[in-house]
């Protein structure tokens, strides 16, 4: 008897340049599925995310089958490297409670790509297992070539700096243990400040997440998402979806 077609979710048309991640949750699927957790992106076919379509595949068997999700990101922080230009537009937005997509100018200051390594909704296990695709590791070493510095961000307190650099060590994303990482100094400490701080001494060229949110604390506090609407255009433009790099701990509640 064959099994039934996996069930499927509408996605938004992609944006340009930029990689769309969807989740499901348990309330989206029927009682009991097993597919109830958070997908990443090894769970869903290129085919799938060029129709605008997610295709839930079992966990562990799914494959980026030859599609690359992070050449936009690190195509477009090359080129805002190479381009060189005395003032450049940061990812950093100037005003966000403006809810407009006007960005902070960088004068100076090292350029740096950060990168989430926060599951939407929680918190980086070191302990999970790594879900990345290869790719990634070249595209890092290409830039950390170029002088562009890579940081790592996390709502995990400072203390966890070396379970994290294991975990990114053990991933094959920072071999060296040279990149930056970005972790809460203090229990009211908040990424949004983390993120501030970071742009006051570096040109933050990109950001990169696995949720809206990643990119400013904004999206987490907005009542109306259409007010957001505007903010779309910075979609692979600065801040860029890619999967979730290493698994969830579990499916939310």
Same mark, same amino acid.
């Given at each position: 008897m064959a099994e039934p077609a996996?069930?499927?979710?509408?996605?938004?048309?992609?944006?340009?340049?930029?990689?769309?991640?969807a989740r499901l949750d348990r309330e989206t699927l029927p009682p009991g599925d097993r597919y109830a957790q958070p997908l990443t992106l090894a769970d869903v076919s290129p085919e799938a995310l060029?129709?605008?379509?997610?295709?839930?595949?079992?966990?562990?068997?799914?494959?980026f089958g030859g599609y690359d999700p992070f050449t936009p990101l690190f195509d477009y922080a090359d080129l805002a490297y190479?381009?060189? $230009?005395?003032?450049?537009?940061?990812?950093? @937005?100037?005003?966000?409670?403006?809810?407009?997509? +006007?960005?902070?100018?960088?004068?100076?200051?090292?350029?740096l790509v950060l990168i989430d390594l926060d599951p939407d909704?929680? @918190?980086? +296990?070191?302990?999970?297992?790594?879900?990345?695709?290869?790719?990634?590791a070249r595209h890092l070493e290409r830039l950390r070539a170029r002088r562009v510095t890579i940081a790592w961000i996390s709502g995990h307190s400072a203390a966890l700096a070396g379970e994290i650099r294991s975990a990114l060590k053990d991933a094959d994303l920072d071999g060296a243990g040279e990149d930056r990482l970005i972790l809460m100094r203090y229990p009211e400490d908040r990424k949004q400040t983390r993120r501030r701080d970071l742009a006051a001494s570096a040109c933050v060229l990109a950001i990169a997440g696995d949720a809206r949110s +990643? &990119? +400013? $604390? @904004? &999206?987490?506090?907005?009542?109306?998402?259409?007010?957001?609407?505007?903010?779309?255009? @910075?979609?692979?433009?600065?801040? &860029?979806?890619?999967?979730?790099?290493f698994e969830p701990q579990g499916p939310r509640s």
């Open positions: 996996p069930p499927t979710a509408e996605l938004p048309a992609p944006s340009t340049g930029a990689a769309r991640i060029a129709a605008g379509v997610v295709q839930v595949a079992p966990r562990g068997t799914g494959s190479v381009e060189n $230009e005395a003032v450049r537009p940061s990812a950093i @937005l100037r005003d966000p409670a403006s809810l407009k997509p +006007d960005r902070a100018e960088c004068e100076g200051g090292e350029p909704g929680g @918190l980086l +296990d070191p302990a999970a297992p790594a879900v990345a695709a290869p790719a990634l +990643d &990119f +400013d $604390e @904004l &999206f987490e506090y907005v009542v109306n998402p259409a007010s957001t609407a505007m903010l779309e255009s @910075l979609m692979g433009r600065g801040w &860029f979806l890619i999967p979730t790099l």
